[in-house]
C-alpha cells in the first residue's frame, strides 16, 4: 500500500491496536469538527447521543476544559 506521509502516523508500542482504534476513527471525526466550530474554554456545545462518537465527542470536549449545557 502507498500512502501520503501527511495521512500517517505510528502508534506507539505500548498501545495495542484495539486501543488506538477508536481515537484514530471516531476521535478524529470529532475533533476535527468540534476544532472546526471553535469549542474550547468556555463555549459550549451540544453533542447528541452517547454511543461511540458521542461518548469520544464528551471524552474530547471535557479534556479541552469547555463547559457543557
Known amino acids: 500500500m502507498v500512502v ?3 495521512f500517517v502516523l505510528a502508534v506507539p508500542d ?16 470529532q475533533y476535527s469538527r468540534l476544532k472546526h466550530w471553535g469549542a474550547g474554554p ?17 471524552k474530547l470536549f471535557v479534556m479541552d476544559t469547555a463547559t457543557f449545557g
Do not use: E, K, N, S
Not at 15 to 29: E, F, N, R
Not at 42 to 58: C, K
Open 14 to 29: 505500548g498501545v495495542g491496536l484495539d486501543v488506538a482504534a477508536p481515537l484514530l476513527c471516531a476521535g478524529m471525526t
Open 42 to 58: 468556555g463555549t459550549r456545545v451540544a453533542i447528541v447521543g452517547l454511543g461511540g462518537l458521542g461518548h469520544t465527542g464528551v
Open 4 to 6: 501520503d506521509q501527511d
